[in-house]
């Protein structure tokens, strides 16, 4: 190829007449091609935008390439509103790309997070001319990752989200007036600056004052509980027997959207539908090779993929048999391509979650032991205190928050030296067990308030003493009564890794990990409204009667 062609700001009128534009990227030669579609937020010529689509590489391989700014943002016209838009506007723009000159008629689309979430709400409008999506790093149901987590808000990510998106509301709004511009910017600045030093600690967290300070509209946990229906404007869960296509789907283990790939992808397998998955040990925003503290090889690096080839590359791969001139996929085709840390390989598979898994039960038991055994005899229960005012901090995990906050296996020393921390171990392994599937943990807890937070974590220990985390998850108790033991299970959500002999496994049980989720106050008292906090002295039992557990899904042999 000896030439590219790139418009900028290619207008494409919606149905209610709002203007929205995009940066289309041609071949050389006059086509006919096929068109990759991405819809983002951040802006169609930032480096987030190119990250995920390189149109330049795409246009080498003969795609033709369409990057859009959804509604209320940057080059687009109309107002800003989360989600709302997507599914109308996703069904508008894949018609027109596909009429474009040079157009083949056949669309595919792809991007991560906000814009693989786009593509899921085109995908559920049907436009005849959409025949693949590649959705990265995205969720499925909303209150299981992007809002709330177990009924807690995932604050740490709300809040800089919301106020990152906000300005470039602000200077829409304060376009005619540089004045107000500088001093709303100004503003929001040291507000996102100010997250990590206390401005996470505002109260109340479900209607978070920095949100109505500068006026923005927030990322949904509050509006959703207003109005229901507005949040299926971005739930894809229950929806996927919908989705009549061919999707590619990326995930991290340390992903913020973890279980939401995953919970898309057996979803549309269940429909019958051709679904490749693809699952490395990264974070939302890091698809290299270290992350945390722990280096996991180059093979695990996207751009690599244990000698396969770049991710984007085996991408295009998928698109040019999906909408282009490419051998057809068969109905049932699809990879499944997951990294198992600890041993740091990659493995393929063909199903999830893997049936020859045997969910296993490592009982928390007296004198801090994590067992296979239940207990037989009568053990007291574990104490501890647990303070809204004083929460155990953030450290490591499946998250995205501002930068201070990394994502990934990090050491856990500072953590497990809390008093308001329990740690339970095994014994040194004498052999490698691996651990592939989704965790939970079964917790027989009391606690003296009337709401309170029970959070579990995972942990790998190696031969040094060094704890790492692997995967945790928490769940809010609305209404508790003082008290009285109860059976609470806290979905960790899924891992893929390998305890090495000499490694130990260990897990935390606590009451709080902030500012990943909003701190209990246990006081009862509704998240949009609650700014007072009280103390909870919790127990977690571990006898006969309340076997308090973590269920690994153990892969034999």
Known sequence: MTEMRIEFDVPAEMRDGTVLRADVYRPGGTG???????RLPYGKQMALAIAVLDPLAAARRGFMVVLQDTRGRFASEGEWEPWTHEESDGYDTVRWAAALPGSNGS?????ASYFGNTQWMAALSKPPELKAIAPMVTWSDPDDGLWTRGGAIELGITAPWTLMMGADALMRRHATDPAALVGGISGLVQDMDGLAGGGYGELPAGHFPAFARHDLPELGYERSRREPGWAASCTVASRHDEVDLPTFQVGGWYDIFTQ?????????????????????????????????????????NSAFMGMRGPLHGLQLDWFRRTIGDGEPLEPDTGKVLLFVMGV???????????????DTDFHLRADCRLTTEPPSTTEQPEEFAYDPLDPVPTTGGALLLTDEFRPGPLDQVAVEA????????????????EVTGRVRAVLFAATDSPSTDWVARLCDVDENGVSRNV??????????????????????????IV?????????????????????NLNTGEPEHTATTARVAHQQIFH??????RIVLPVIPG
Not at 107 to 111: A, F, Q, T
Not at 349 to 357: D, F, G, K, V, Y
Not at 421 to 428: D, K, N
Not at 499 to 519: L, M
């Open 107 to 111: 669309v595919g689309m792809i991007g």
């Open 32 to 38: 006919p091609w096929p068109v990759l579609l991405s």
């Open 260 to 300: 939401g790939t995953l919970d898309n992808f057996t979803a549309m397998r269940g429909a019958g539908r051709s679904a490749t998955l693809i699952m490395g040990p990264w974070s939302h925003t890091n698809q290299q090779h270290v992350i945390g503290d722990v280096t996991f090889g180059f093979a695990a």
């Open 344 to 358: 740091n390989q990659w493995r393929e598979e063909t199903e999830w979650p893997l049936s020859r898994a045997v």
């Open 418 to 433: 809390r008093e308001d921390v329990l740690v339970f171990t095994t014994e040194p392994l004498t052999e490698d067990v």
């Open 471 to 496: 995967t945790d998850g928490i769940v809010r108790v609305r209404e508790a009564t003082p008290g009285e033991a109860a059976e609470h299970v806290v979905d960790l959500w899924s891992t893929s």
């Open 499 to 519: 305890f090495r002999a000499g490694h130990r496994i260990r897990v935390q049980v606590t009451s709080s990990n902030f500012p990943r989720w909003d701190r």
């Open 543 to 548: 006898d006969t009667d309340h076997p308090s």
